[in-house]
């Protein structure tokens, strides 16, 4: 892999939603501040939801985790929905903030439109069980509001793709009646189908896997 894609890779690491183990625990759940109890909780389902086996979501369960009782886990989340939802909305903060990154601080439009497709990849790559959000097999037995959230986050980044199109063909790189909305939606469906061979391979099939090769065939000949 080349070393743009390396530096890239290292970069969305860094905003890696990690979780902390239970035997790394130094504190009791009396001494967390109130505000960090809910970064331990979603630290925690994280955590599980990177299983490749699928292991069962209980307050118990998140309760040995976390190192925060099951009362005050009901206290900050009164339900598995909620909690769902605060990451839905770690992830889209997350990504848009580094999405917002590349569209301010890359000038070529070639440059801007594969670093957001290695964004993508690579925050999944560093992510498993987010990655179980993104393609909502986490969310199978959850409210349906939280489908529609992640459709809408999927509809936030193929118009973050139509938006990086359009700046190709005012640069000049892209022709004048290139299909923005097709294009947009095949990067799309890329990613997805990405996404969800690395949840269904129980995380084997690394996203970014033959990138180099596969950019030949997913990129605009003229973008390359």
């Known amino acids: 892999m080349g070393t ?12 890696r939603f990690c ?8 504190h009791s ?3 967390i501040k109130p505000g ?19 292991i069962r979501i209980t307050t118990a369960a998140l309760a040995k985790r976390s190192g925060i009782s099951a009362s005050a886990i009901y206290r900050c989340f009164p339900n598995k929905s909620k909690m769902f939802e605060a990451l839905i909305a770690f992830i889209e903060k997350t990504l848009f903030v580094l999405i917002n990154k590349i569209l301010q ?17 690579g925050f999944s790559q560093k992510n498993p069980g987010m990655t179980r959000i993104l393609t909502s097999d986490a969310l199978v037995h959850e409210d349906d509001h939280l489908q529609l959230r992640i459709q809408q986050l999927h509809d936030r980044l193929e ?18 009646d290139t299909d923005i909305a097709a294009q947009a939606n095949l ?18 099939r690394d996203p970014l896997a033959n990138w180099d090769v596969q950019r030949l065939t997913v990129l605009p ?3 390359l």
């Open 29 to 31: 759940d009396q001494s």
């Open 221 to 223: 000949d003229a973008l």
């Open 159 to 176: 118009a973050t793709f139509k938006q990086a199109l359009r700046f190709a063909v005012s640069e000049q790189q892209l022709k004048l």
């Open 36 to 54: 960090e109890r809910e970064d331990r909780i979603l630290q925690a389902l994280a955590g599980m939801l990177e299983h490749p086996h699928r």
């Open 187 to 204: 990067f799309m469906c890329f990613v997805i189908g990405r996404w969800y061979q690395f949840v269904k391979s129980e995380f084997r």
């Open 19 to 26: 979780y902390v183990a239970v035997n790394q625990l130094e």
């Open 4 to 15: 743009r894609a390396g530096l890239l890779i290292w970069l969305y690491s860094c905003y």
């Open 105 to 121: 601080e890359e000038q070529s439009s070639a440059k801007q439109i594969e670093s957001l497709l290695l964004l993508l990849l």
